[in-house]
Structures are given as C-alpha cells and as structure tokens.
C-alpha cells in the first residue's frame, strides 16, 4: 500500500498539481508593468493550434534576476521609442510534455502551413525543434521581439515567432536590412544586459547566469 501511494504521490508532483510558484519566481508585471506580452500558449495561435496544458492565466512569469535584467533592456529600448513584447517566458514540464505527445501524432498538422511548411513533422524532433526538456521550464529562458511604443506594432523580424525554419536563425541572408537591423537591436540590447542567444531562434533568449541552471520545474501558469 505505500509503495502504491508513493507513485501517486510521484505521479502527482509529476503532473504539476502539487507544485506551487517557488518565491525565487516572479510575476514581470510586479517588477515592469510596461512590458508587453501576448502569450501564446494559453490560446490557440500557436504551433499546435491549440491552448497548451499548464498555461492557466496570461501572465508571465520568470526568475527574479531575469525580470531585473528585462527591466534594464526596456529602460533602454524605451529611450528609442520601442518595448519588449514576450511571447512566453517559464513554461512547465507538462506544456512541453504536451508537445512531445503532439509531435508523435503525425497527422496532426493543422498549423503546418504557418509555421512549419518546409519541415515535415516527422523531423521536428532530430531538427531540433521539439525536445523533452526546455530551457524555459527552469524559468530564465524567453521569447520575445519588439514593439514600436507609439503605434504598438510588432517590429518586422523577417520571420514569425515560432517558425520553424532557417528563417528564424537570427542571421539568416534571405531578410532585408531593416529586418536584419531590427533583428540585430533586440539581440545587442538582450545581450548587454546578461542574456545569452539560441543560435537557431531570433526571438529566444537565456539570462547567462541562470539561478537553476539543472532544475526543470513543473508549476502552472497562473
């Protein structure tokens, strides 16, 4: 009997439901409220199309250091008339579990064509597009780009957020110099101020000394 309760108890921790936001995290609005976001995987635009399981409430959530330093960035990128807007920043385990269920079923590709046309689903595992533990969930990762303070539009990267594609490598050729200057701003501006960038993804950032550098954490978003 108490070997059994030992797995539900695992099986529970595993699933989220007994974990609660560490103190060492915290809501970005409380530290920069001007930081725009729209997070995607509480909604259905997204690579799957559809709302990701862990995602609760539209907040975001990181690292105390981590909102300290994307405090820093939006002081600087407001003194040229533009704002960070993230697009998603800790993430649970059990969102990127949701992926990987996602990616083994083959015939689901309802959002093949927005962003991933050139990839077949088959190969987003050995791509590197999907993997079993993210960044993310140890809660100093982000994704995010730029928006123009006055109007609120989004700055053209050259590729959408989430494109699976060599589009997205931030110095990919095929883009126009403006794209490649609005691409090369938000990189300059993150890495100034401690973060670190994912070669393959122009919008994806990592604080470089991250305080849970081997902890992958499974609390929800709310």
């Known amino acids: 009997m108490n070997k059994i309760l030992g797995i539900v108890f695992l099986l529970i921790i595993s699933l989220g439901f007994a974990q609660e936001k560490p103190k060492e995290f915290v809501y970005l609005y409380d530290v ?15 690579f799957i199309g559809r709302p990701i399981d862990g995602y609760l409430r539209s907040v975001i959530i990181v690292t105390k250091p981590t909102a300290i330093a994307l405090k820093k960035v939006q002081k600087e990128l407001k003194e040229k008339g533009f704002s ?29 064509s927005e962003f991933y046309p050139d990839v077949p689903k088959s190969q987003l595992f050995n791509l590197g597009y999907i ?25 053209d990267m ?38 670190k960038p994912y070669e393959n993804e122009w ?20």
Do not use: C
Not at 159 to 166: A, E, K, R
Not at 169 to 195: E, V
């Open 203 to 222: 919008w994806h950032f990592t604080l470089r000394d991250e305080p849970f550098p081997k902890t992958y954490f499974n609390f929800p978003v709310k």
């Open 84 to 112: 960070l807007k993230i697009f998603d920043a800790y993430r649970p385990q059990q969102a990127v579990d949701h992926f990987v269920r996602w990616a083994k079923v083959l015939k689901d590709t309802i959002k093949k």
């Open 158 to 195: 050259g590729s959408p957020f989430d494109f699976f594609g060599t589009e997205s490598h931030p110095f990919y050729k095929g883009i126009d110099k403006n794209q490649i200057k609005n691409r090369m701003m938000l990189r300059n501006a993150m890495l100034k101020h401690g973060f």
């Open 131 to 155: 993997a079993s533990k993210s960044g993310h969930s140890r809660g100093s990762t982000v994704d995010l780009t730029m928006a123009d303070l006055k109007t609120g539009k989004e700055l």
């Open 32 to 46: 920069d409220p001007s930081i725009k976001m729209e997070l995607r995987y509480i909604t259905s635009n997204n």
